[in-house]
């Protein structure tokens, strides 16, 4: 399975050449996302056999890369389930983006770049050496960065692909030392050898905090989220929807591959850290998703809300395992990585989504759009699927994983450290405020872009997306419906990485009666998706029966209530704006809220305006002073260009020195 793997990552970079050769050209434009589709397609196959068939790991060695290490590639439970999630994610976007890329006026900016993109994915997936892990990371963070500059011409768009250019090669900075340790002092840059080594608790806890800096920055964990609702919204529709549904899972990969498997078992305060950031990056990132205005950027807010639930559930895992509770190590592992594949699923529907609307209307703004049901009806359909999915509601697929985490969190009082018996259940809190405030940020994003009257000529004039968007779509809609019906099988699915990663695994759930979800114990907890769908079916049925069976049929004439508002003018109905305002004041001091009310004087005819913004505290407080700082000393060591050759050899030499007692030191 290997082989196959590595070759189709081969024909993905071969289909970047053909793009590059071939640039300009409608039908290569489809012809290469349907190549990547495929290939995407065949990688998920994989995935799913390695996963279905508990095939044990396959690895070969590419002579490529360093002269005396090569390139180390293997393909286990881990990866195979992390490759299905990107093959899925993968062959719906390349679908998608056969209809959509009709849409671009420069499709040669973005055809290049984009199988090279998922080749570089593929390959961090597969990588089993730090250089070819490193090098395929650089690469992806690369050509996602030239992805991002595809509409180079809007200067928003400019400063975004700087921005993400610098987190990223930081990120990429403090891997390469996180890799470094785990080597140690012999250099043994191959897994296989760093799962050897001896480290102290401390150097494991500096391991494991480089990690989350290194993966957090590409996820999007807080405070080094600042890139991402830029950079996501500023890409091409399709390529969001990998970035955000595909790419950062990519980097919970390394986060997990390094905490789970290389760095070998860790204390269990290591655990903290990564469930209090995750816990605060959560209730965060969808506290910004509900003031926002941009429709895209509030995608990828959301998105960083849901890194932070999976990172909670990875420290939860990290806590249980340090204790030796394995059956709940696997539970809470189980949570996350089947969130990370739900995730995946609404969270790229609901980027084409956004795609669909942003090509019949031209419109990101929330306040500019409106009554889309009416227009887009198909693409309103799917809309609402994907949003009841993001909002963790039932049946669909988001409330299992969440409800699984829940029960993690519920079996807390058997940790054995008061700290975290106080820690869990607080985290708990806080990823219960983050579902509530995901469920108002959706029915905020929901109504305000396809309920209501058009609030603009362009939304008045939609129509209709292409076939092969909603193709993609329906696909993705789909999966999140049978993932919520019978999560029993994704669960089964991803078992073989968790027992790889702690051990054990839940009990096998493909035999149990209606579909229901056993995690724990039957007496102590149980979920059905399919019985919840038909209590739905039927209960609301039953409802629109007696309706129209005992309804009076006389006609009936009176004026239609008018909510108040005599005006039908689309200006008075909820805005974005008007949704979020309470949220907006409530939060203030977090949000860093203000209001401003320009009232004109008594006999002025203009318009009395109300002007809210927020602001992001980590970037006013901590990435500007850094930007300051570092402006101020750039210029302060710019003299250091005119010195005289002594000088620049005295320099030299000293750094010769420094390093070498620093290499003497760490022998």
């Not at 996350?336 to 019949?360: C, D, R, T």
């Not at 009666?513 to 724990?520: A, D, G, M, Q």
């Not at 003018?569 to 401003?596: C, H, K, N, W």
């Amino acid at each position: 399975m290997i082989e196959i793997a590595a070759s189709t990552a081969l024909c993905l970079l071969m289909l970047s050449f053909v793009a590059t050769a071939m640039r300009g050209r409608l039908a290569v434009s489809a012809a290469v996302y349907l190549g990547c589709a495929v290939s995407c397609f065949a990688l998920a196959l994989v995935g799913v056999w390695t996963l279905a068939t508990q095939a044990g790991a396959s690895a070969m060695r590419v002579p490529v890369g360093l002269p005396w290490l090569g390139a180390h590639l293997r393909l286990d439970a881990l990866s195979a389930a992390f490759l299905t999630l990107l093959g899925t994610g993968g062959a719906a976007a390349s679908v998608y983006a056969i209809g959509y890329g009709r849409h671009e006026h420069e499709p040669h900016r973005v055809l290049p770049f984009y199988p090279g993109f998922l080749a570089a994915m593929t390959l961090v997936l597969l990588a089993d050496d730090a250089f070819t892990f490193l090098l395929s990371w650089e690469v992806m963070s690369l050509l996602s960065w030239a992805l991002v500059l595809t509409h180079h011409r809007e200067e928003e768009n400019r400063t975004a692909g700087y921005l993400y250019l610098v987190m990223a090669g930081f990120g990429t900075m403090v891997l390469l030392l996180a890799f470094g340790l785990m080597a140690g002092a012999g250099g043994a840059y191959d897994f296989a050898a760093m799962r050897e080594v001896a480290r102290s608790p401390a150097l494991a806890a500096l391991v494991l905090a480089l990690m989350m800096v290194g993966a957090g920055s590409k996820a999007g964990l807080m405070p080094l989220h600042v890139w991402l609702p830029v950079a996501h919204p500023a890409a091409p529709s399709h390529v969001s929807a990998l970035m955000s549904g595909v790419m950062t899972k990519v980097a919970l990969y390394g986060f997990v591959r390094v905490a789970f498997d290389l760095l070998g078992p860790v204390a269990w305060w290591m655990s903290v850290p990564v469930v209090v950031v995750g816990a605060v990056t959560a209730v965060m990132g969808i506290l910004f998703a509900n003031v926002d205005g941009d429709g895209k950027r509030v995608l990828a807010y959301s998105t960083i809300e849901n890194i932070g639930v999976i990172f909670t559930a990875l420290g939860l895992a990290l806590a249980f395992r340090a204790n030796e509770m394995a059956g709940l190590a696997a539970l809470a592992l189980t949570a996350g990585l089947v969130h990370a594949m739900n995730h995946m699923m609404f969270k790229s529907l609901l980027f084409m989504v956004a795609g669909a609307v942003l090509n019949a209307t031209g419109q990101r703004d929330l306040d500019g759009l409106g009554g889309l049901i009416h227009r887009m009806p198909k693409t309103a359909f799917l809309a609402l699927v994907g949003v009841t999915a993001i909002a963790a509601l039932p049946p669909l697929n988001g409330f299992v994983s969440e409800w699984m985490l829940f029960q993690a969190v519920l079996q807390s009082p058997n940790l054995p450290q008061p700290g975290l018996q106080f820690l869990v259940p607080a985290a708990g809190g806080l990823l219960a405020l983050a579902a509530a405030l995901a469920a108002a940020c959706f029915v905020r994003f929901y109504g305000v872009v396809f309920l209501g009257r058009p609030r603009s000529d362009a939304a008045r004039e939609a129509g209709e997306t292409d076939r092969w968007s909603l193709t993609a779509m329906g696909a993705l809609a789909l999966l999140c419906v049978l993932a919520g019906i019978v999560p029993g099988v994704l669960i089964d699915l991803v078992a073989p990485a968790v027992e790889l990663a702690v051990g054990a695994g839940l009990p096998l759930q493909a035999g149990n009666s209606w579909f229901t979800l056993i995690p724990v114990a039957e007496g102590r907890s149980s979920y059905s998706g399919f019985l919840v769908m038909v209590f739905i079916a039927v209960s609301g049925g039953a409802a629109a029966w007696l309706v129209h069976r005992l309804g009076s049929r006389r006609l009936r004439r009176a004026p239609a209530w008018d909510c108040g508002l005599p005006n039908a003018d689309p200006v008075t109905q909820y805005g974005s704006g008007s949704f979020a305002q309470p949220i907006r004041r409530v939060m203030a001091p977090v949000l860093a809220a203000r209001e401003t009310v320009t009232m004109p004087p008594p006999g002025d005819r203009a318009a009395a305006r109300l002007a809210a913004r927020t602001e992001d505290l980590a970037w006013t407080r901590v990435y500007m002073p850094i930007i300051a700082f570092v402006g101020a000393a750039a210029t302060r060591f710019n003299a250091l260009q005119f010195l005289t050759i002594r000088r620049y050899l005295s320099l030299v030499f000293g750094s010769l020195i420094l390093l070498l007692t620093g290499l003497t030191i760490w022998n």
